[in-house]
C-alpha cells in the first residue's frame, strides 16, 4: 500500500513539475528560435530547486519523507531530470567518491548521446530517410 500511496504522491507532483516545464518553456520560446533557452532555465532552477531541498533535508528534520518525495522525485523529476542528475552525480562528490562521480557524468552524457543517435539512425534506416 505504501509503494502505491508514494506512487499517487510522484506522480501528482510530477504532473505541476510537466504542467511547469511546458509553460516556462513556452514563455522563453520567443525570445530565441534557434537556442533552447527554456530548457536550459528548466535545468537551471530545477537544480537550483532540488539544491534547496538537499540542504534543508541535510539540515532540519521537519521535511516529511512524502514532502521530500513530491518535491524531489515528483516535481523535479517532471520539471526536470537534470536536477536529479546532478544531486546524484553532487551525493558522489560529498561521499568522496570521485572516480563514482566522474563515471556517472561521462557515462550519462556519452550514453544519452549515444543511444540518441543509434535511435535516430536505426529509424532513419528502417523508414528510409
Excluded: W
Excluded at 36 to 62: D, K, R
Excluded at 80 to 87: E, G, H, L, N, Q
Excluded at 95 to 112: M, N, Q, R, V, W
Amino acid at each position: 500500500m505504501k509503494v502505491f500511496t508514494d506512487c499517487l504522491i510522484v506522480g501528482s507532483a510530477g504532473f505541476f513539475g510537466c504542467v511547469a516545464r511546458y509553460l516556462l518553456t513556452l514563455g522563453f520560446r520567443n525570445l530565441s528560435l534557434t537556442f533552447p533557452l527554456g530548457t536550459v532555465a528548466v535545468n537551471i532552477l530545477g537544480c537550483f530547486v532540488i539544491g534547496l531541498l538537499s540542504q534543508l533535508v541535510s539540515t532540519e528534520h521537519n521535511i516529511s519523507p512524502q514532502m521530500r518525495l513530491a518535491i524531489a522525485v515528483g516535481f523535479c523529476g517532471g520539471f526536470t531530470t537534470m536536477s536529479s542528475f546532478v544531486y546524484e552525480m553532487a551525493e558522489f562528490m560529498r561521499l568522496g567518491e570521485h572516480f563514482y562521480a566522474f563515471l556517472y557524468f561521462a557515462g550519462t552524457l556519452t550514453g544519452s548521446f549515444l543511444a540518441f543517435y543509434l535511435g535516430y539512425f536505426i529509424l532513419k534506416a528502417k523508414i528510409g530517410g
